[in-house]
């Protein structure tokens, strides 16, 4: 018999269309795919989405052939748990320690979640707790009751799953189910992402599902990025995930992939390069050097560009754009130095001046942070410094940027760093730390705040001497600053033993543990061998009583801050302090985590 090319109707091919199917599921020949899901902000993978296919010698191989022939043959719910159960088979085999999005249609879904014991609970028993795992809602059933799936949403997330609603905008998915579902994910249709740099529609798109999901909690994923373009503009609307073949193809065996260098200049651009930690979490960005020069086009001539310099004596170079795009530059000296030379107007002066521009050109875009673009510019051509480079938006020419404007800006940065760090550690103090506070709190992004006191300085600092003292809390610097993730976190000295963490790490928790470990064992270092076999040591106070002064240890108040949840530093830094007054409460070396809910903030009376 001839193999079948395609998915039949007829009772009898039907019949064999599902002994195929069943003895593809018998048989465990489903193959495994994982593609993952970038957390835009950090440039690290965040999960992976687990995809199947099945056997490559069979018309079943195709995702849609093998659903399409389950439902036809009653045998979806079988299908979807086995692709579930192989996929988290081959995920917890490969070690991954990220999350695993699982596709199930809701009716698989909830027939699943009435049998939690052997079908969802199972998945556990292949290595993979519920907490990793995203459960993700398919298309393929509109009109799906709306209480029955509320219902199976409640039960799924009873059992420490989280929920997604896949494809935003296509089939079944809608405003409603994501008010009535409120999913931890919403992954937006690649429809409304593939183009959003060239269309405002689907910009303005975008830009309302964000704002919805910062009032409901959800984390938005734009799927199918494909160019860095659509890429850019998502990063700017401040969407949490990406997922697409710009970011990773489907793999056999998840491995995070390289990220892509969009990814890494936008994440250096927030907190990479030298110096203090508050200038690598500086706001300034290459956009504040930005000049709007008119470009030019590459067919303009030669004549234009030297009627251009004529009557512009400052302008150093002209950009030269097609279709939007730079595509090189022409500086003024090394033009004119040709256009100077014996007949050159006659032979040159009307011909495209593509002919004079230097293709070699340095290309970042408006949002790069000013410490990237400096490495940038020292990794490449000297030239660059003098000539300028070149800043888009979206892609699309946006102006230039001068070597000169650059450095200034890069020298006022250090000259603040300087002006504002602790002068003991190092670290910055007050001003840059309620900078950073605020501009997180602006920006929306969720973080941990933790502020850092250590118990019983004061007595040790008296009897030891401020040379000691001074020794231990440069000490205690290091260590508060080597738990931070240099991309991510912040760290601050408030002054004298007071410190501030800031976390945007997830397993800030860890890292506090970790520090308050180091504490207890590093100090023994700043104690006589008397003083820590008698966890303490003794004094004479003013009245010439003898006082019995335990070791030094420190705690930690943390209180955590999402979107929305303060108004301004101020707000937030009473909630830290009182937490951290929680923490000195408990002995030795201690952290104390604020689980309350901060208060709403009063609404003014606008009467």
């Known amino acids: 018999m001839p193999p079948r090319t395609g998915l039949a109707d007829g009772p009898e091919e039907l019949g064999a269309l599902a002994r195929d199917l069943q003895a593809i599921l018998a048989g465990d020949r489903l193959k495994p795919q994982f593609q993952p899901i970038m957390d835009l902000a950090a440039g690290r993978v965040h999960g992976f989405e687990g995809l199947i296919r099945g056997p490559s010698d ?30 988290a088979r081959a995920f917890a085999a490969s070690g991954q320690p990220h999350k695993l999005f699982l596709n199930l ?11 939690s014991r052997t079908q969802l609970r199972g998945l556990a028993e292949l290595g993979l707790p519920p907490e990793r795992i995203v459960i993700e809602l398919t298309e393929g059933q509109a009109g799906f009751p709306y209480p029955l799936l509320v219902e199976t949403a409640a039960r799924c997330r009873a059992m420490g799953f989280a929920l997604a609603m896949d494809d935003l905008g296509e089939g079944f998915s809608s405003l409603r189910l994501w008010s009535e579902l409120r999913p931890e994910y919403v992954k937006i249709d690649m429809h409304f992402v593939q183009g959003v740099s060239r269309d405002p529609v689907k910009l303005q798109f975008l830009r ?64 990479a390069g030298a110096g203090s930690a508050w200038i690598r979490a500086s706001r300034s960005t290459a956009a504040r050097l930005m000049q709007e020069i008119v470009p030019l086009p590459p067919e303009a001539s030669n004549l234009q560009v030297e009627r251009r310099f004529s009557e512009d004596r400052e302008l150093q170079s002209i950009p030269i754009v097609k279709d939007r795009v730079p595509v090189g530059l022409i500086n003024r000296h090394a033009f004119m130095d040709v256009m100077a030379r014996p007949f050159s107007r006659e032979l040159y002066g009307k011909k495209a001046c593509a002919t004079q521009m230097d293709a070699c050109i340095l290309v970042a875009d408006h949002r790069t942070g000013l410490h990237e673009l400096s490495r ?24 230039m940027g001068s070597g000169h404007d650059l450095m200034r800006e890069i020298t006022q940065m250090q000259i603040n760093a300087a002006r504002y760090a602790n002068p003991l550690t190092g670290l910055p103090g007050n001003v840059p730390i309620s900078e950073h506070l605020d501009e997180l709190l602006g920006q929306g992004l969720p973080f941990v705040a933790c502020y850092c006191d250590l118990d019983h300085f004061k007595p040790f600092n008296d009897v030891h001497g401020y040379h000691l003292g001074d020794e231990l809390l440069h000490w205690l610097g290091r260590l508060l600053e080597g738990a931070c993730e240099p991309d991510l976190d912040f760290a601050g000295h408030i002054g004298g033993d007071d410190f501030m963490l800031v976390f945007r790490s ?3 928790e860890a890292r506090c543990r970790r520090v308050l470990d180091e504490v207890q064992r590093g100090r023994r270092r700043f104690f006589s061998q008397e003083a820590w076999d008698r966890g303490g040591y003794e004094v004479e106070d003013r009245q010439g009583r003898v006082v019995f002064h335990p070791l030094i240890s420190l705690s930690i108040g943390a209180v955590a801050a999402p979107a929305g949840a303060y108004p301004g530093h101020h707000e937030l830094s009473a909630a830290t302090a009182s937490a951290k007054k929680e923490a000195k409460r408990q002995e030795g ?18 009467s």
């Open 58 to 87: 069979s018309i079943l191989h195709s995702p849609q052939n093998l659903f399409k022939a389950a439902a036809a043959t009653g045998q979806l719910l079988a299908t979807e748990l086995a692709c579930c159960a192989t996929l």
């Open 105 to 115: 249609s809701p009716g698989c879904l909830h027939e699943a979640a009435q049998h």
């Open 208 to 271: 309302s599902i964000r704002d919805i999901a910062r009032e409901t909690g959800a984390r938005i994923v734009a799927e199918g990025l494909e160019l860095e373009a659509d890429l850019a503009v998502v990063q700017e609307l401040g969407l949490d995930f990406g997922q697409g073949y710009l970011l990773g193809r489907p793999v056999p065996v998840p491995q995070p992939p390289s990220v892509p260098m969009r990814v890494k200049a936008h994440v250096a651009g927030q907190d």
């Open 376 to 399: 940038l510019i020292v990794e490449s051509d000297p030239r660059h410094i003098l000539h300028g480079f070149i800043l888009t938006r979206d892609g699309d020419y946006a102006g």
């Open 506 to 508: 997830p397993d800030w």
């Open 589 to 606: 070396c201690s952290l104390f985590i604020e689980r309350r809910a901060p208060e709403a903030p009063a609404i003014a009376n606008p």
